[in-house]
C-alpha cells in the first residue's frame, strides 16, 4: 500500500513553495505592468527617480529591510527577468542603505530609512577608488582628525553606481594610516555636505556610474557607521548579504535570455523546418538551461544559509556570484548566437542583456576575488580539520 500523500509536503530547498512562486509571478506582473514603462521612458546613466519612487509606492523597497536573503534573491531574480533597470535600482538602494540598516545610529536610521523605503532618498555604496578596486583593504580616501573631534575627507570615489545623483552615501575612508583593513572607518554622507562633487562617467553598463571628489569634506562621530577602524566590517558583511543576490540578477538575466531563445528557435523557420529541430540548437537550449538551473540553486541554497546563519557564509555567497553571473554570461551569448543578428539590433532585449550581463562579473567583487574568497576559506577549514584531535 502507498503512503498516504501529506496535504503540502514540507518546504525543500530544492524548489520554492507555492507562496514563494506565487510572489515571484506578482513581482513579475508588476515589473511588466507598472515598473517597465517608467524604465522606458529613463535616461540611460541616470538616476531614474520616478522609478525608485515606484519602487516605493508598491512597498518592493520596505522588503530590502524587512526580508531575509531569500526573499532578496528572489525578488531580484523576478525583476531582472522582465525589467532589470527596475532590478538595479532596487538592489543599489539596498547596497547603499544596508549598512545605514545594520550600523547606523538611531538618528542616521530615523533621518534616512524610511526616505529610502519610500523610494524618495536615492543610496550609494561608495568603496571603490582608483587606486583600490579589488584591493579594496588599500583605500586611500583621507580622513584626517581635524582638531574638533570631527575629521576631513579628502580623495576620491570612483565606478559609484548611482554617483554623483544620489542623496546619500555611505562612504568608506581611511583613518588609521598604514593599517590596511584595520584602519578603515565607514561614514554615512549626506550628498550636499560641503566640498563633495562628483561627475557621471559614460560606461557599457545602463544604471548610472560616477565618480566622487571629497575636498576636505566634514564628518563627525555622528556621521559614523560603526565603530572607528571597524569600517572594512561594515563594507564585507554587507557584500556577503549582496553577493548571492547579485547571482539572482544575474539567474533572471540568463532565464529572460533563455526564454527569449526558446521562443525564436521554436519559431524560426530554417533548412527546412524549425530551429529548435537542428541538434546543435536543441542541445545549445538544454545546456543553457541546465547551467542557469545550477546556478539558481547555487544561489539558492547561500541565502538560505545566510539566512540560517550558517558558517561559511562567505565561501558561499562567492561560489553562488561567481557561478551565477559567469552561467548568465555564457547564456545570454549563446542567446545572441541562436538569433543571430537581429539580436545586435539596438533596442532587441537580448542586446540589452548583453550590455547589462558584463559588469556583474566585475562589481560587488569581480570573479578573480570571488575564487579567492573560496580558495581562502577552504585553506582555512582544512586546516582546521588538520588541527582537531
Ligand atoms: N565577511 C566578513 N569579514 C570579512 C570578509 C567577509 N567576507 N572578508 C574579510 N573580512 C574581514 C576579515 O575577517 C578581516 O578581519 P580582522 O581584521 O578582524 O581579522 C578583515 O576583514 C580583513 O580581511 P582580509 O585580510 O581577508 O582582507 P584582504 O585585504 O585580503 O581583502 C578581499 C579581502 C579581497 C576579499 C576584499 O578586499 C574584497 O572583497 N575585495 C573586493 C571588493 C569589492 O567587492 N569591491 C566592489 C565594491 S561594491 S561595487
Not at 554623483?164 to 581611511?174: G, K, N, W
Not at 598604514?178 to 561627475?199: D, H, M
Not at 538575466?253 to 527546412?272: E, I, K, N, S, V
Not at 558584463?358 to 567583487?365: N, T, V
Amino acid at each position: 500500500m502507498n503512503p498516504a500523500k501529506p496535504a503540502s509536503p514540507p518546504p525543500s530547498p530544492f524548489s520554492l513553495a507555492p507562496d514563494q512562486r506565487a510572489r515571484c509571478e506578482r513581482l513579475r506582473a508588476l515589473a511588466e505592468t507598472r515598473l517597465r514603462p517608467l524604465a522606458e521612458r529613463g535616461e540611460p546613466g541616470r538616476v531614474n527617480r520616478p522609478l525608485v519612487a515606484a519602487l516605493g509606492e508598491l512597498g518592493l523597497l520596505e522588503g530590502l529591510f524587512t526580508s531575509g536573503a531569500l526573499d532578496l534573491c528572489l525578488t531580484r531574480e523576478s525583476l531582472a527577468r522582465v525589467c532589470t533597470e527596475a532590478e538595479t535600482a532596487f538592489a543599489l538602494q539596498g547596497l547603499g542603505a544596508h549598512p545605514v540598516h545594520a550600523y547606523g545610529s538611531p538618528a542616521q536610521r530615523d533621518r534616512w530609512l524610511p526616505r529610502t523605503r519610500a523610494g524618495r532618498a536615492v543610496a550609494a555604496f561608495a568603496l571603490s577608488e582608483p587606486g583600490a578596486g579589488s584591493d579594496a583593504a588599500a583605500l586611500a580616501l583621507a580622513a584626517e582628525p581635524d582638531g574638533s573631534g570631527a575629521w576631513r575627507l579628502t580623495g576620491e570615489k570612483t565606478w559609484i553606481s548611482n554617483a554623483p545623483e544620489a542623496d546619500f552615501y555611505t562612504v568608506f575612508a581611511r583613518t588609521t594610516p598604514g593599517a590596511g583593513a584595520r584602519g578603515v572607518s565607514a561614514f554615512l554622507v549626506p550628498a550636499e555636505r560641503a566640498g563633495l562633487t562628483g561627475a557621471p562617467l559614460a560606461m557599457l553598463s545602463p544604471h548610472p556610474i560616477g565618480s566622487l571628489a571629497f575636498d576636505g569634506v566634514r564628518v563627525d562621530s555622528g556621521d559614523l557607521l560603526g565603530e572607528v577602524d571597524r569600517g572594512f566590517r561594515v563594507a564585507m558583511t554587507t557584500l556577503n548579504r549582496f553577493r548571492p543576490s547579485v547571482g539572482a540578477f544575474a539567474v533572471g538575466m540568463a532565464q529572460a535570455a533563455l526564454d527569449a531563445a526558446l521562443a525564436h528557435t521554436a519559431g524560426r523557420d530554417a533548412f527546412g523546418g524549425k530551429l529548435k529541430d537542428l541538434q546543435s540548437v536543441a542541445h545549445q537550449v538544454a545546456e543553457m538551461a541546465t547551467r542557469t538551473e545550477a546556478a539558481r540553486l547555487l544561489v539558492y541554497a547561500a541565502a538560505a544559509a545566510y539566512d540560517r546563519g550558517e558558517s561559511g557564509i562567505a565561501g558561499r555567497a562567492a561560489m553562488a556570484k561567481l557561478f551565477a553571473t559567469e552561467t548568465a554570461q555564457y547564456v545570454v551569448d549563446a542567446a545572441v548566437q541562436l538569433h543571430g543578428a537581429r539580436a545586435l539590433q539596438c533596442g532587441h532585449p537580448l542586446e540589452h542583456l548583453y550590455r547589462e550581463v558584463r559588469a556583474p562579473r566585475i562589481y560587488e567583487g569581480a570573479t578573480e576575488v570571488q575564487r579567492a574568497v573560496i580558495a581562502k576559506e577552504l585553506y582555512a577549514n582544512a586546516a582546521a580539520a588538520e588541527e582537531m584531535p
